[in-house]
């Protein structure tokens, strides 16, 4: 089978000084990240999964910034295509993120090689967060505030938005998949919806997902609706006795037949359920099992590109 390559990922000045970095196809594995560019120093928002891309990534950021350095990152959530960076960041800075992501980060270790073994990693080394925190923090980048607010559980149990009040932009991690199914086995749905009324709330301009394009306020009604009908799918499948994969299987996908990665139910429903059984959101689902059950939903392995 002949693949199509990726387009180049994408760096752009979103606001004065605020960068987007944008990777196609933001499939598994390929994320969104940005940074803040001040006069003496760089804000880096999020890494990203394999050596070759943080490489990239990082040399776009040191070119489009003069070479200043890079003093603090933060980390969204855990998942690997978020913190398989950290390692390559200057010794000593500050990585900042919720204290649940340490957690989950430490826990997880370098799992999505695992579920994903073809991608190549390159060297990859495990460096957790080593500033935490619980609801909220500001960062000052000269004056541009960013103020990190704590919107989990919902993708995973520590997600993190990162708002920048006075441009008007928000990194939002993967609580915006833009163009492709959410992914909330890690999370929890009966949250989700809060977490993307917290974003919308905000009356951003520009919402830079943690994967796909870049986005508009109106990309939240989307997956509003989309957690609407995914409650509603689960209720139903789970009163009839149907297991997440045959349910998914069933499913009238409609307007999110077209959204990538419709596997992603599978894991969906699974988080669901757990919650239907009045299982705490902390539960952890058998990660395996339900990699297992998407990779059967779509016939063959899950598409990696990373």
Known sequence: MVTEPLASPELSEVAPGVLAYVQPDGSW??????????????????????ERRNRALLGAIDKR???LPIRVAVNTHHHGDHTYGNWLLPAGIPIVAHRRCREELLRAGLVAQLLFPDADYGTVELHPPTLTFEKTITLHVDQTRV??????????????????????VVFTGDIVFHGGHPFLAEGCLANYP??????????????VPGHGPLASPE?????????????SLARDGF????????????????????????ERLVGNLARAYSELRGEPWASRLDLPTVARDMVEFNGGPLRCRA
């Open 29 to 50: 594995m390929i994320n969104n990240t940005g940074a803040v560019v001040g006069s003496s120093g760089v804000l880096l928002i999020d890494t990203t999964s394999t």
């Open 65 to 67: 910034g003069g070479g």
């Open 147 to 168: 103020e990190l607010l704590f919107v989990g559980p919902a993708h995973t149990a520590g997600d993190v938005i990162a708002w920048l009040p006075d441009q008007g």
């Open 194 to 207: 809060a977490a993307l009324l917290r974003v919308q709330e905000l009356g951003a301009r520009v919402l």
């Open 219 to 231: 990309a939240l009604d989307g997956l509003l609706d989309y957690a609407e009908w995914l409650t």
């Open 239 to 262: 009163a009839a006795g149907l297991e997440p994969l045959e349910a998914a299987r069933r499913a009238d996908l409609g307007r999110y037949a077209t959204w990538s990665e419709p």
